[in-house]
């Protein structure tokens, strides 16, 4: 089982050292402790394990050390900043874990991105030595790029003329769309295998500066000063800590705090139930930093999180999860507003930003998502968008016999108008009435009050509303959708989820990866004489030489 | 050999009937006229010959027919509009021919919605019987669909549950892009074989009416009357004829009255020459209408699209396309001129649509483009294009020893700064200075003077200028290129053209059909066990039940 759970402590690649304003995230990457047996982690190159705590370091800038405004990502090695991704890693893996490697990385890769857009945590990339493929796009999600003008020290990105392969962790797209190198210098710079360094990169903007070694450090802590200038963060704010969840594994089921996961192996779906909130509401931003960790819409995305990642990971033939919601809607209402009121807050400011991380996340997981809303559920506001997210959402009309519950309710939220955009900048339904503005508004007229089946399918914020007699239906949908291709249900979702505008972001997510997965899919790349299982063996690849 | 020439006289599937303002345009596909053996056209199914024979037909339209406003697209069989691409060519066909034929499709397709909004050739589409498919994704494309409300006729896209592959032609996007079905109901339209009729057809706005048998034809005619008072188009305007073109295709070099295409199959290139005009621009829009087919920019533009198709189809081992020039540059900006200055008339304005379409066939070919600007060349406006349509341009700065001829030059003109916009609806010198306005300005203070290599160099236009004692270095580069795998520079070339925004055609070709290609590859649809081969056998699909 891959666990997405560690602390600094625990960290076998990555330093964290904090000191006031500034951070420094140190990439020193132990050779022998990959997260499987059969390749050294060579020259800083990575695998999802060295990933994992990146990501885990990233979000305890933004929870546990709110008063850091800039973090100097750097090599711990000597002559290497990172070398990419293993290949000998890539080489072994099933085309799955592939596919899911690259996703995790770009989520972290926009999280990057993200911290340093809405929460003022900003990036720097101080490279001394190699920074290759994998390498140099982890450099590219950085605010600033330095490269030491040392005569060795380069930038590159050489899957295509090493390994048949793109360099996929955003490297293309951030290349053209952010960095703005011209479209035919990209195509010479990602075909030439020992890279740019010096002037050439600067004038090519594969860097923003260089500097040479004797005036490396001081460089280094010039752009720093600079870019924390720009930072919203607060010298000295005293942070929160992130201890480890109460995940219980037994059989099927997974439970966290907030979050249940139950698995039906046999029909290859899984149902996840979120738990609403069961404690009041804090009275002040004071006591929601009290509370910390278990402030419920932080303690929740953090149980959520773990599970989807879990289940993307460690459950690859569930194709269908379900999502759930219990509790109290207006105890889910309450809790954004608080969020909302104090948005100014760094702690709001951060919940918020990982909702809509986790729900970017959810948008992008290639499983089916399914919504069942029927009574004793909560889907109101943030907890609303989980429905709004979904391929699917099935509500309950009236109530099962013997059920004297209220009938199930959506109750909008202005969670539900703004604060959760999804990676095509739209909101979750703005995306569903795409072009439509005044059915969006219609429903925001309805915000705060609980709206019944009849009224959310008149709104279109449903797919069905089935009366008991009917709710059978949804079993033979669940049936039917496990029948059909996962491949075919990937694409055919990965389409329809992302409907209208792309951004930087989707397109990653749309055009480069899946232009990827089809490579990877490639006896060129990834068959027994192809680039990837060739690389390192003194043999070359061979290549069917059709153009397709 | 595919041919991409055909006449209306030597049609198997379609007629094309011209009455005044009307055209019709019926389906009838002959069963055993396939392009191929092994499979029968049946219940108007389709291959790549129907659909060259439907993007003739569409061309005619523009130039034969140029008063025609309305063309109602229908079936000439009973009970069935069309069942989309033909499963057992599907099935048989390699990767690559199916690759192939999807793209060609869609830029059927995308003609269609071009000469709707650029021409003024409106079409509607009339279906009785089912509609599935390719078939749907056929009427997706016209600006106006009406279904017969009989019980029977339906519109589907049964791709996924039937096929495990997706409605790549354009289906997925234009569902929800073009006709803003709400994402939930896309994915049920696109899970539901049967497909769905009627009043919900209708409410879902699949289609954009239903009319009982007994009153389809009159719905037919007063859609079409309402369809024809939007266009553009003079009715009674009389065209200009399309004859054959006069290609000689001898060994490895097929010879056009105005391009010439020499493969060295050894190296796996080709040198595409075009020549430049070599007879006076007509004084006036009725000696250009005169020239007819013979007017330059007509008869390059067609011979240049032959080309192009015939490379993709005929000769997949070609990796890369070398574009070459050859003639007066003024010539060519005095043509553009007339175009422009008469930009209104009817064949001015196809003769521009034709390059548009042209020029983005290029933008999309799945080959590394090259130009390589000499002396003697004329790459200037509307040619121009060609460079900067390419993965990378070379330019000689002076002359090689010997060579008395002015140096090389690239002439910008108005054509280079709107009349062409790539399918992300910017100009390729827009998407070449990707978000900088002024360098594009920069670049368009230069125009109507011959920029030599030292200025294009300056202003960003070429990648590499060189003297003649380097311009081995290009031929270092060829070499090169043709040593990396196919598909990763198929996959580079497809991000790194269009950088920046999206729009519905560039997410076809980018985000539905790389998702496509995957699925392509993909065992679940095409392996020996896949749901493309089982069709029709009885048997089901075996899965990889794996979410990948």
């Not at 924390?228 to 992130?242: D, K, V």
Request: some cysteine; aromatic content about 8%; hydrophobic content about 40%.
């Amino acid at each position: 089982m891959i666990d997405f759970q560690t602390t600094p402590q625990r960290y076998r690649h990555w330093k964290l050292q904090v000191d006031g304003d500034t951070a420094q995230l140190i990439m020193d990457v132990s050779e022998d402790a990959g997260l499987f047996p059969g390749y050294q982690l060579k020259l800083n190159s990575y695998d999802l394990g060295v990933d994992i705590e990146l990501s885990d370091a990233i979000q305890r800038l933004r929870f546990e050390h709110p008063g850091v405004k800039v973090v100097i990502l750097k090599s711990g090695k000597e002559r290497v900043f990172c070398a990419g991704a293993n290949i000998r890693m890539l080489a072994g893996s099933t085309h799955a874990h592939k596919v899911n490697f690259c996703k995790f990385t770009n989520e972290t890769r926009n999280g990057m991105e993200d911290a340093s857009a809405h929460s003022g945590l900003k990036f720097l990339c101080a490279i001394q030595g190699t920074a290759a493929g994998g390498g140099y796009e982890l450099a590219l999600a950085c605010d600033h790029i330095i490269l030491a003008d040392d005569g060795s020290s380069t930038v590159s990105l050489p899957e295509l003329p090493l390994l048949a392969v793109l360099p996929g962790t955003g490297g293309l797209t951030r290349v053209t769309d952010k960095r703005r190198v011209r479209r035919d210098l990209a195509d010479a710079f990602c075909t030439t295998e020992e890279g740019v360094k010096g002037k050439r990169a600067v004038a090519w903007r594969l860097v923003d500066t260089t500097a040479p070694n004797s005036k490396f450090q001081a460089a280094v802590s010039d752009a720093a000063t600079k870019l924390a200038a720009t930072s919203i963060r607060r010298s000295g704010t005293t942070g929160i800590t992130l201890p480890p969840l109460a995940r219980q594994i037994e059989g099927d089921t997974v439970t966290y705090a907030n979050v249940r996961v139950e698995i039906e192996r046999a029909s290859r779906r899984a149902t996840i139930t979120v738990q609403g909130p069961t404690s009041p509401v804090p009275a002040s931003a004071g006591e929601m930093v009290a509370l910390g960790d278990q402030f419920w819409p932080l303690a929740c995305a953090r149980d959520l999180d773990d599970a989807i990642l879990h289940l993307r990971l460690n459950e690859l033939d569930i194709g269908v999860l379900t999502f759930k919601t219990s509790g109290d809607a207006l105890a889910v209402l309450a809790h954004d507003a608080l969020l909302a009121a104090h948005a100014d807050h760094w702690l709001a400011r951060e919940i918020t930003g990982f909702w809509r991380r986790l729900l970017k996340r959810i948008d992008v997981t290639s499983r089916t998502l399914v919504a069942q809303i029927t009574p004793g559920s909560c889907f109101a506001g943030s907890l609303a968008e989980l429905a709004f997210a979904c391929d699917r959402t099935f509500m309950l009309s009236g109530n099962f016999p013997g059920d004297n519950r209220a009938s199930a309710a959506i109750t909008l939220g202005a969670a539900n108008f703004g604060a959760y955009p999804m990676s095509n900048d739209l909101t979750r339904l703005q995306t569903r009435f795409l072009g439509e503005p005044a059915s969006v508004a219609a429903a925001q007229s309805h915000s705060g009050k609980p709206l019944d089946a009849e009224t959310c399918d008149e709104l279109g914020l449903v797919t069905m509303a089935y009366e008991h007699i009917d709710w059978d239906e949804v079993r033979v949908f669940l049936e039917e959708r496990a029948s059909f291709s996962p491949d075919g249900l990937t694409g055919l979702e990965a389409n329809l989820r992302f409907p209208g505008p792309e951004t930087m972001e989707t397109r990653i997510f749309g055009r480069l990866t899946a232009w990827q997965n089809w490579i990877f899919q490639r006896a060129n790349a990834a068959g027994e004489n192809g680039a990837l299982k060739r690389y390192g063996t003194g043999q070359k690849a061979e290549f069917n030489r059709e153009r397709v």
